[in-house]
């Protein structure tokens, strides 16, 4: 929703600008859909679309459209749309809701870093302008991998366009204005870059209509590098994923997961007929295709989430006053999904711990944790964990309510567990692969039944 609002905000400036929307109050419509996105995702509504409307009239050098962009007045109609809201909820809650969360979800995020030893105001910057570019391409894939055709190819669709460069210019002040932006915030968060999927979209699609429109763009080794690697990438995801079903998940391979199969082949069809049209058109149908597949098919087989029956379990027996312990890194406790309203949850694994302390402190301090006694305690642990840190005494005091495997986090892995995972493949000790990737859970109590 906020980027809609964004996105038409930036439309019906161009309108006024380009003349199609005329009157002395041309530019008020943009100020009042900047009022709805203020009220969807706060003072960014208006940041983010004034930035870039700065910017490209500064690219323009027009000094006059400053000037009628009658800032004042439409400044009032944003105010009259968008502070009601604010006003009332300052009204009903007071400093609850000022702290937070106008506090929390702006200030602090806008807040700046303390830099501490080995980093430095610069180094931030860096390091933010790095990672969000980085997060540009990744989240953005499989298209963001024409983007140096795409930038290779501006000045030649900029002069076949040339009647009309507003929209371009446009484009490219709405997406260096947001990144600048979140360059300078002080928080950082992936997600951040959904507000660049709008004007990145236009600048790729303004590009892959080049292509259908210019036989000479789609010749280019820099528009044919990326499509082959497209197909020759869905052939290995394809037979990656048989393999993984029939090897690991033990499955038969689905005609379905064959089906797709033609998907590359159609491309390879279209890229060796060096047709305009088919070449385009293949590449959005294997990015149809694929991530359908991988929404519809893969997560669903793959991301069967074990802890919502542990959750499940907890919930059919919880009262008011129990409590619930997280005692595993690999253990998420929001994935637990159990409600705080009555009871809240005490979190035993080790980012609650100074790490300075060791592993004999984690051990106390889980123990601590199932030895209470005046109530009743839920503890979701693994059971390399239990064994661990456990002792056997406390052990025939609990009570194992389930058990269940979940996959484990391959980051958290060392080098040792991947060369021991590729010998058991070489091997073909499947068991061995299969248990390897998984690692059990446990769900412990103090009290039966």
């Keep these: 929703t906020f980027i809609l609002f964004i996105g038409a905000s930036l439309y019906l400036f161009l309108k006024a600008y380009r003349g199609d929307i005329k009157g002395r109050f041309r530019y008020l419509y943009m100020y009042a859909v900047m009022a709805l996105a203020m009220l969807t995702k706060g003072p960014l509504g208006f940041l983010y679309p004034m930035l870039a409307i700065c910017l490209f009239l500064i690219i323009k050098k027009d000094r006059q459209a400053f000037k009628e962009l009658d800032f004042p007045l439409g400044f009032l109609v944003f105010a009259a749309i968008s502070a009601p809201w604010f006003i009332a909820m300052i009204a009903l809650h007071g400093n609850e809701y000022i702290e937070k969360v106008w506090s929390l979800e702006i200030v602090k995020k806008l807040k700046h870093p303390s830099f501490g030893s ?91 209509s080049g292509v259908l429109a210019d036989d000479g763009l789609s010749k280019k080794i820099l528009f044919k590098l990326p499509f082959v690697f497209m197909a020759i990438a869905c052939f290995l995801a394809l037979f990656l994923w048989l393999g993984f079903m029939v090897y690991v998940l033990g499955k038969p391979a689905l005609s379905l997961s064959l089906l797709l199969l033609l998907v590359p082949v159609f491309m390879i069809y279209a890229y060796r007929g060096k047709n305009k049209i088919l070449l385009p058109l293949s590449f959005f149908v294997a990015s149809f295709a694929f991530l359908g597949y991988f929404a519809g098919y893969i997560i669903p087989a793959v991301d069967k989430d074990p802890l919502l029956e542990v959750s499940a379990e907890i919930k059919a027996v919880i009262k008011a006053g129990d409590v619930v312990g997280v005692a595993s890194d ?88 991947f060369k021991e995972l590729f010998t058991y493949f070489l091997q073909g000790k499947r068991q061995k692969v299969r248990d390897a990737l998984k690692e059990e859970i446990y769900l412990l109590s103090n009290r039966s039944g």
């Design 118 to 208: 080995g980093k430095n105001f610069l180094g931030h910057y860096f390091y933010s302008m790095f990672y969000y570019a980085g997060m540009v391409f990744a989240r953005h894939l499989p298209w963001t991998i024409f983007l140096p055709a795409s930038l290779a190819s501006v000045r030649r669709r900029n002069s076949a366009q040339a009647k009309d460069g507003n929209g371009p210019a446009l484009i490219s002040a709405w997406f260096f204005a947001v990144f600048v932006s979140l360059v300078f915030v002080g928080s950082k968060e992936s997600y951040y870059v959904l507000a660049l999927s709008m004007p990145l979209s236009l600048f790729l699609g303004r590009y892959f």
């Design 330 to 417: 690999a253990i998420s406790y929001h994935r637990l999904n159990v409600s705080l309203k009555d009871y809240k949850i005490i979190r035993a694994d080790k980012r609650t711990i100074d790490r300075s302390m060791g592993l004999e402190s984690k051990k106390a301090y889980i123990e601590d944790f199932l030895k209470t006694e005046d109530r009743r305690i839920f503890c979701a642990i693994t059971k390399e964990d239990y064994y661990n840190f456990v002792d056997k005494e406390l052990q025939r005091r609990l009570f194992l309510m389930d058990k269940t495997l979940i996959w484990k986090k391959f980051h958290k892995q060392d080098e040792s567990y």
